[in-house]
């Protein structure tokens, strides 16, 4: 059984910062690429970051560009978000993603084989 299970947020200053992290079981990770979601109230899923299998690629939505980062440890089966210089607009449930056969990274949520369920990141200003 395919698990992604985050963890590592909460609440937090404008300008702080916050690492989630999301590691994976039942599945060959190495195999996956790996995205970040996230989901404000009354709005839909939106791409955030993603990270194919090797980590040698890394792509971002242009709101978080320079300010997350989404590195991956595929000893760990774990990949991180690292999140700076937060902003209120940030506030939102993140979501982990797998994603076995898109060549090489997607934004569309259709794309992704396997969700978490999310960890609630709170941005106060």
């Known amino acids: 059984q395919v698990q992604l299970v985050e963890s590592g947020g909460g609440l937090v200053q404008a300008w702080g910062s916050l690492r989630l992290s999301c590691t994976a079981s039942?599945?060959?990770?190495?195999?996956?690429?790996m995205g970040w979601f996230r989901q404000a109230p009354g709005k839909e899923r939106e791409f955030v970051a993603a990270?194919?299998?090797?980590?040698?690629?890394?792509y971002y939505a242009v709101s978080v560009k320079g300010r997350f980062n989404i590195p991956r440890d595929n000893d760990k089966n774990t990949v991180y978000l690292q999140m700076n210089s937060l902003k209120p607009e940030d506030t939102a449930v993140y979501y982990c993603a797998a994603d076995l056969r898109t060549l090489g990274y997607s934004d569309d949520v259709g794309a992704y084989d396997y969700w978490g369920r999310g960890t609630q990141v709170t941005v106060s200003s």
């Open positions: 990270i194919k299998r090797s980590g040698a690629n890394t």
């Open positions: 039942g599945l060959t990770f190495r195999r996956y690429t």
